[in-house]
């Protein structure tokens, strides 16, 4: 897959999405955020901090809200992608053929960069404690090599890690998932970075 470096080539990757990612950018383009790529996604930041972003999946497109569990006024369409994993990431879904009622949608991004603008934000709870699986210390006691690539990483990096291996419920898949890992932990990259 080619490496996304502007917003216009990843509307173009996604042609069942276009129209819509299309009139997200014009709405968001209209507003005071500045239009970035980040993540191979489209972002819009303010003050170089991530408020919103557009993106195309399998099933659905989307308008990403980095610090959505705030918005108090405008709550009806948002939802959490990963309920009981993301604390402040919030989307409104479009499905195929969705009208895109721009009126509505301002409001929420208006409320977002209010939010902003008054400096309020969810900070990651960072008292707890990031627990290594011991499918994951065992490699680590035999490699020190990945043990230090594994301390030099953000501990939002790290219990990423620790959190997608005791999440499987199978051996098996907890060997796979960190067979999967292991060169992404050497090379500092986190598990989600390439979203």
Known sequence: MEKIESV???IQSHPRWSEIL????ELLNATVLIETI????PVYTLDGKNLLGIGAFKNHSALWFFQ????????????????????ALRQIRFEPG?????QELLKYIEETISLHKQGKKIKPDLKKGIVIPSELSDFFEANSELKNAFSILSPGKQREYAEYITEAKRDETKQKRIEKIIPM???????????
């Not at 299309?22 to 950018?25: D, Q």
């Not at 500092?188 to 390439?194: A, E, R, S, V």
């Open 38 to 41: 980040k993540w191979g996604g």
């Open 185 to 195: 932990i050497k090379v500092g990259i986190g598990l989600n970075d390439k979203y």
């Open 22 to 25: 299309l009139e997200l950018r």
């Open 98 to 102: 969705s009208k895109i009622d721009k």
């Open 8 to 10: 216009d080539q990843y």
């Open 68 to 87: 959505g569990a705030l918005l108090q006024d405008n709550t009806n369409l948002l939802i959490n992608a990963q309920e009981g994993k993301t604390k």
